[in-house]
């Protein structure tokens, strides 16, 4: 079945370091591709998506490509900040079986100032 | 309403009481999808509401959880004779279906504490 792998967390890195979460997925046709946020104490909101390859989602200096030849959605940020700390969650939804939408683990980010 | 509302917020029950989570989706809403979180872990699909169509359940732990979609809005999920590994906190979600990209507007989730 369709399935989405991300890395392991926690990640833990200085402010203004380079930042990639990367995410691999399974599945049947195209999916639309996703990565949402949870802030500290804040519910799931969507951080930016993209809906066919080769497709850049961009939001708040986050960045993804979606890559079908590696079947890959890897987030990245050239400079995180302090208040990027947060789980990010990498997403898909699925073109057969209802449009379901499925998602990763989870990695938990922490940036030290 | 103006978001995906969820009740009760908290709920702490006895192990082996039965207990109902309500979500109420954005009004026009018809996709709705229940998600479970636990402490540390991602978020794992329960069931899926579209429309008027049978529902996806394939994500259901067992035959102890159900879920009902009543007119096409409100949603209850009950889980039965509640075990102490159904302790997380329980996530709902509505999606538009003129949203073609498909986001997911989520809910501030039901805490449920078994002890």
């Known amino acids: 079945g369709d399935s989405v792998t991300q890395m392991e967390g926690p990640v833990t890195l200085s402010e203004e370091a380079f930042l990639t979460i990367n995410c691999t997925y399974t599945?049947?046709?195209?999916?639309?591709l996703f990565w949402y946020v949870q802030y500290p104490g804040e519910g799931l909101q969507l951080l930016l998506k993209?809906?066919?390859?080769?497709d850049k989602g961009s939001n708040k200096g986050f960045e993804a490509t979606y890559r079908k030849e590696t079947t890959s959605f890897h987030l990245e940020k050239g400079s995180v900040q302090v208040s990027d700390s947060a789980v990010y969650f990498c997403?898909?939804?699925?073109?057969?079986?209802?449009?379901?939408?499925?998602f990763g683990a989870g990695t938990r980010l922490f940036v030290k100032a | 309403g103006a978001g995906v509302s969820q009740s009760p917020s908290n709920k702490v029950t006895e192990k082996g009481k039965d207990v109902e989570l309500r979500c109420d989706p954005i009004?026009?809403?018809?996709?709705l999808y229940w998600y479970r979180q636990s402490l540390g872990q991602g978020l794992e699909f329960l069931i899926y509401?579209?429309?008027?169509?049978?529902?996806?359940k394939s994500g259901l732990p067992s035959d102890r959880f159900s879920a009902e979609r009543t007119g096409g809005s409100v949603s209850t999920l009950t889980i039965q004779r509640t075990q102490q590994e159904d302790s997380a906190v329980y996530l709902c979600?509505?999606?538009?279906?003129?949203?073609?990209?498909?986001?997911?507007?989520f809910g501030e989730g039901s805490r449920l504490t078994v002890l």
């Open positions: 979600a509505s999606s538009h279906p003129g949203l073609n990209t498909g986001e997911l507007f």
């Open positions: 599945a049947t046709g195209y999916p639309s």
């Open positions: 993209a809906t066919k390859a080769d």
């Open positions: 997403a898909l939804r699925t073109q057969t079986g209802g449009f379901k939408t499925i």
């Open positions: 009004s026009g809403h018809t996709a």
């Open positions: 509401f579209q429309g008027n169509s049978a529902p996806d």
